[in-house]
């Protein structure tokens, strides 16, 4: 049985808020990474034979603590781990606050579970340090292994999570305090939204303090002091806005079976046939022995193979005009279509033209 997932488009009961719809130009998270070391593991770290970049960074690290470690050791590490720190620096971050890290082992290491991060700089796209991330890891997955080889492992117990792990250090410059126009980007471009909301905004303000650039941004005119723009912005997010129509689209997630099909789609008339084919291949081998008492002959194995092929499972149904998803889905259901059965027939119906919707298969 095929099982669907719908999704309503018809026009919403109620009105959205701008600030729903729409992303402010100029303001967005940065995305920050790091390298570190994690210590503390209970001998689930990295085998240092085969990650020796894990060895190099701590003699890097004891040498700033005025230890060295003589050239001919070579310390067998179990309980650290190199790690990558990743960490979203939010709009208007100010140094002081804290955000939350991502930290994920690049070596061998088994686990990172009771991990200690040890302190580490996490730079930006222009080589920066923004923030400084250490403390303690969380992580979700566990796995163990007995001496025989058996293993069990629940999620991944090789990457966690540090709350509020890192510092901020460094504030990002925004635009949004320089004056001029502020930009209403779109979440989904859509043209009769964005032209919703620029009447709206003009409708409320008075004409000409917005206009749609195009289906994906609207121009709105602000204050040129900073703390009026906040309070004008803030206001302009608060007008509600009835968005415009989705399209028309069907989903398709050919990897999990996975379809979504809007309630706009439609299919004009056609008929589809749609089968399965199966073909069996045994193989019975057979032993052929000479006579007794013959000279020359020898004992061979003369393969024999046994080849069918079925076609069943044969089923066809006929789309009316103007077919909606309801019977679409009564359809493929009533012939016990599975879900890749139906990605195949949707994309037939979409290659002849009968489906009037975008197909996207992910």
């Keep these: 049985m ?31 990474i790091g390298y570190g070391l994690v210590v503390g593991l209970d001998g ?3 085998q240092t034979t085969q990650a020796p970049f894990t060895t190099q960074s701590l003699e890097n690290m004891l040498v700033q603590f005025g230890i060295t470690v003589p050239a ?46 040890l302190m580490t700089p996490l ?21 163990a292994q007995g001496k025989s080889g058996s293993s069990v492992q629940v999620n991944i117990s090789a990457s966690g999570r540090v709350p509020n792990g890192a510092t901020v250090e460094r504030a990002v410059a925004s635009t949004f305090s320089n004056g001029g126009d502020l930009m209403l980007n779109l979440n989904t471009a859509d ?62 997630n050919s990897r999990t079976g996975t379809v ?10 056609a008929a589809v046939a749609h089968g399965s084919i199966q073909v069996t291949i045994s193989e019975n081998p057979q ?25 069943d499972g044969g089923h066809m149904f006929k789309f009316g005009p103007g077919t909606n998803l309801d019977t679409i889905v009564r359809a493929v259901n009533q012939v016990g279509a599975s879900p890749s059965d139906l990605i195949s027939i949707l994309q037939a119906l979409k290659q002849a033209g009968a489906l009037h919707a975008e197909l996207v298969v992910i």
């Design 287 to 311: 032993v052929s022995q000479p006579a007794p008492f013959s000279k020359g002959g020898q004992t061979v194995v003369v393969p024999q193979s046994d080849v069918q092929v079925s076609e």
């Design 72 to 117: 001919n050791v070579r310390p067998q590490l179990k309980n650290a781990a190199a790690v990558t720190v990743t960490a979203q620096l939010p709009p208007f971050a100010k140094p002081g606050q804290v955000i939350d890290i991502t930290v994920a082992s690049i070596g061998n290491a088994k686990s990172i579970r009771g991990g200690e991060l």
């Design 260 to 269: 979504v099909i809007g309630s706009d789609v439609r299919v004009t008339p």
């Design 123 to 143: 730079r930006g796209a222009d080589g920066n340090v923004y923030a400084m991330a250490q403390g303690s890891v969380v992580v979700g997955g566990i796995s």
């Design 2 to 32: 095929v099982v669907c997932a719908v999704f309503s488009v018809n026009p919403p009961l109620h009105a959205d808020k701008i600030r729903d719809l729409v992303q402010v130009g100029g303001v967005r998270s940065n995305q920050l």
């Design 44 to 46: 689930s770290g990295d």
């Design 191 to 252: 043209f009769i939204t964005a032209t919703r909301i620029a009447e709206a905004v003009n409708r409320t303000y008075g004409v000409g303090t917005a206009s749609a650039v195009d289906g994906g941004s609207v121009s709105v005119r602000g204050p040129v002091d900073a703390s009026q723009r906040v309070a004008w912005l803030g206001a302009i997010q608060a007008i509600d806005v009835t968005p415009g129509d989705a399209p028309a689209r069907v989903v398709v």
